[in-house]
């Protein structure tokens, strides 16, 4: 069994800051690309930003220069840093990952998301 348990939503007033964490536990030989999603209502699920196991990481449009993607392969972890943050950022974050499990299949995990909100 594999996991991806999200952390650090919550209720954030326009320019302030969250940071997001998601570990991956389990039955892990290796963990490969990471990322985070988001999904606000009525829209669907869009790509925030992803993370290479050798750190290249992308970014869409909107988030670039304020959301910064990080990891932890030690720990099996990745983190979004958030500034800046916007009402429009509000959404389910979710977090995603391609991972290899010991005795060799590989597949992508999602986590079950963690809300942030973004109001005054």
């Known amino acids: 069994q594999v996991q991806l348990v999200e952390s650090g939503g919550g209720l954030v007033q326009p320019g302030g800051s969250l940071r997001l964490s998601c570990v991956a536990s389990g039955s892990i030989f290796r963990v490969y690309d990471m990322g985070w999603y988001r999904q606000a209502p009525g829209k669907q699920r869009e790509l925030v930003a992803s993370?290479?196991?050798?750190?290249?990481?992308k970014y869409t449009d909107s988030v670039k220069g304020r959301f910064t993607i990080y990891r932890n392969n030690a720990e099996n972890t990745v983190y979004l840093q958030m500034n800046s943050l916007k009402p429009d950022d509000t959404a389910v974050y979710y977090c995603?990952?391609?991972?290899?499990?010991?005795?060799?299949?590989?597949?992508?995990?999602w986590g079950k998301g963690t809300q942030v909100t973004v109001s005054s």
């Open positions: 995603n990952a391609d991972i290899i499990r010991l005795y060799g299949q590989q597949d992508w995990y």
């Open positions: 993370i290479t196991s050798n750190d290249t990481t």
